[in-house]
């Protein structure tokens, strides 16, 4: 099986735009969940979707946002950047068996 | 909520050494514990995991151990070796595999 791909690997932004990311999960799996990782806070849970709908939440403010498509494809964007929001941005998707979750490559975000 | 403390930060050993990387949890309800090894500008991929009713699995060199009493645990590598460096992340999970709160990480370099 393929397994989860995010697109766009890098992008750069300034700050007070939005930006979209993209993750497909590998083939099957219902569930995906979006990281944060910075040098800073480390690895931080931002959401998870399940059949499309959003089933937990972390600890980041609203502008933080995400969804998930009927074919278990999830975006998730942030709107109003801040330099702050530069990290890596990591998917991670979980089989109908609860099985392990298993992460994308991630999209490298940098806000200028 | 669940809070994951990992230490050390950084570990250096000698090839053919062992190591050990420790992890505390704070909630008594976690009962899922993965382990997983990241390379530079790489993903996060599972190197092992165990479930609360277990206290011991191993697979190969890498070996996890888990005390639910004292609500910490363990992994072991035997036989370090160059490719084994990388930065190691504990994580704990009140649902098997979702929602994982990560530690901090800890950086880990074989010498040769």
């Known amino acids: 099986k393929a397994g989860v791909t995010q697109t766009p690997r890098y992008l750069i932004k300034t700050r007070g735009q939005q930006v979209t990311l993209s993750c497909s999960p590998i083939s099957g799996h219902r569930s995906v969940s979006w990281y944060q990782q910075t040098p800073g806070q480390g690895l931080q849970f931002l959401f998870e979707?399940?059949?499309?709908?959003?089933?937990n939440k972390g600890n980041f403010p609203g502008r933080f946002s995400g969804r998930q498509f009927s074919n278990s494809r999830s975006e998730m964007n942030v709107s109003t950047l801040e330099l702050g929001d530069s990290a890596l941005y990591l998917c991670a998707s979980l089989g109908e068996t609860q099985e392990t979750q298993y992460f994308g490559p991630g999209t490298r975000l940098l806000v200028l | 909520g669940e809070n994951v403390e990992q230490h050390p930060s950084t570990l250096s050993v000698q090839e053919g050494d062992s190591a050990v990387i420790k992890c505390t949890y704070s909630d008594s309800a976690s009962n899922y514990f993965p382990w997983y090894k990241q390379e530079l500008g790489k993903r996060p991929q599972l190197i092992i995991d165990?479930?609360?009713?277990?206290g011991e699995k191993k697979d190969q060199r890498i070996a996890v151990t888990l005390n639910k009493t004292a609500k910490h645990f363990s992994l072991h590598i035997t036989e370090t070796q160059p490719e084994d460096s990388a930065v190691y992340f504990c994580?704990?999970?009140?649902?098997?595999?979702?929602?994982?709160?990560f530690g901090a990480g800890t950086i880990l370099r074989v010498k040769s």
């Open positions: 165990i479930r609360s009713n277990v």
């Open positions: 994580a704990a999970s009140k649902r098997y595999g979702n929602k994982l709160v």
């Open positions: 979707y399940f059949s499309e709908t959003q089933r």
